[in-house]
Every structure is written in C-alpha cells, then in structure tokens.
Nanobody, 114 residues
Framework: QVQLVESGGGLVQPGGSLRVSCAAS????????MGWYRQAPGRKRDLVAV???????NYTDSVKGRFTISRDNAKNTLYLQMNSLKPEDTAVYYC????????WGQGTQVTVSS
C-alpha cells in the first residue's frame, strides 16, 4: 500500500526557517520525480518544488532562493528546507509524486506568524 507521511511543520516567525520531511513507500519513491505541494486556507493545492530521480530541481517563483528540495533515496525520504519564511507561506504542506497520482497524506501544517 502506498503511503506518504509528512512531518516537521510548526509555528515559526517571519524570517525564520523550518524543514519538513516526507517518508514515502519505497516503490513510488525509487522510480518517480517527487514534489512538495501546499494548500492555503480557501485555495487550491499548488506545486511548490520538484526533484527528479537524478536530483534536478525546479521551484515555483515565489519560493526560489528561499526553499530547497532534496531527497535521500536510501531512506525513501523527501525534504523541504524553508528559509526566510513569510506569512504567505502559511499552508498545509504535502508531498507526492510529480504529477501527484497517489493518495494524499495528511500533510503538515506550517504557520508563519509573529
């Protein structure tokens, strides 16, 4: 059974940093590009960052230079390092393949507020 489990969210002040993680079933992680997505209240889920199986990355414009996506293939774990956080980064963060074809996990809440 495919499973995606996000963790590491929390409350952080503007300008702060946070790293979220995603533990994925080995089958999907090993053979797919992976992505981080986020959904703010009242908005649709959007793609934030993508990393290919070979490690190439791409980011949505609003997070370029602030967020870094990485993957540990040995641990089947995906990471998103978020620096210089802004209130508009507040959202529930999810991981999935890119495109997102598997059932979504519960996500991890990131709140940026003073």
């Amino acid at each position: 059974q495919v499973q995606l489990v996000e963790s590491g969210g929390g409350l952080v002040q503007p300008g702060g940093s946070l790293r979220v993680s995603c533990a994925a079933s080995g089958t999907i992680f090993r053979f797919n590009a992976m992505g981080w997505y986020r959904q703010a209240p009242g908005r649709k889920r959007d793609l934030v960052a993508v990393i290919t199986r070979g490690g190439s990355t791409n980011y949505t414009d609003s997070v370029k230079g602030r967020f870094t996506i990485s993957r540990d293939n040995a641990k089947n774990t995906l990471y998103l390092q978020m620096n210089s956080l802004k209130p508009e980064d507040t959202a529930v963060y999810y991981c999935n393949t890119h495109p997102g074809v598997f059932p979504w996990g519960q996500g991890t809440q990131v709140t940026v507020s003073s």
